[in-house]
């Protein structure tokens, strides 16, 4: 038996804006243990991301924020990361929307903020386009290149549908599966494994 299949080692890819990042299964930092990050600025200061599959243990919504949003569906707001947590983020497919930033593969971060109430307000669809977050992760200069260095995080690439139609709580998993071999048997590893 080849015994290196026990050993989770980064693939290393190149990082660069709009790529994911997928935490080893062997991280056990509480903000990122499981996490799938989306890359939204990565340059020679340092990297930033927003966290896509974390949710708050007590849920809010940005209808709870905006009362002019009082009378469309409630609007739920992700943990985006650990830093600034009162500054929401919008992960969203909208190409059209003014002042986005294209992260490409069809997928934009923020934008005008009144064009997009407006927009939610209209009736127009939210669930699969738009999604939102609190706070963000972010690293210093050459603090992330450290980290994958150290095996911590995988690299990936992600489209539309990965990141806005899949369920959330799926992400890391589907994520770690779609990088091959051997990633797929660590997407199967225990969370708890003291437990097995």
Known sequence: MDMRIFQVKSNKHL??????????????????????????????????GIVMNKNFRYHFFLNELFPQLASVPLIPIYKGGPVERDTIFFVHTLAQ??????????????????????YIKDGNPIEGYIRFFSGYAGWSE???????????WMIGETNKQHLF???????????????????????KYPRYPLFN
């Not at 243990?33 to 200061?45: F, G, K, P, T």
């Not at 450290?146 to 095996?151: A, Q, S, T, V």
């Not at 139609?165 to 997407?187: C, F, H, I, T, V």
């Open 15 to 48: 990082l660069h804006v709009g790529s994911i990042l997928i935490a080893s299964p062997l991280l056990t930092d509480y903000h990122f243990s499981r996490s799938v990050v989306l890359i939204i600025a990565h340059n020679e200061e340092g990297s930033m």
């Open 97 to 118: 929307l003014e002042g986005s930033v294209s992260l490409g593969n069809g997928i934009y971060v923020n934008g005008n903020f009144e064009a997009l109430l407006q």
């Open 142 to 152: 050459m603090q992330l290149e450290k980290e994958i260095e150290d095996d911590s």
């Open 165 to 187: 139609e899949e369920n959330y709580r799926l992400l890391w998993g589907n994520s770690m599966k779609n990088l091959g071999d051997p990633y797929q048997l660590w997407a």
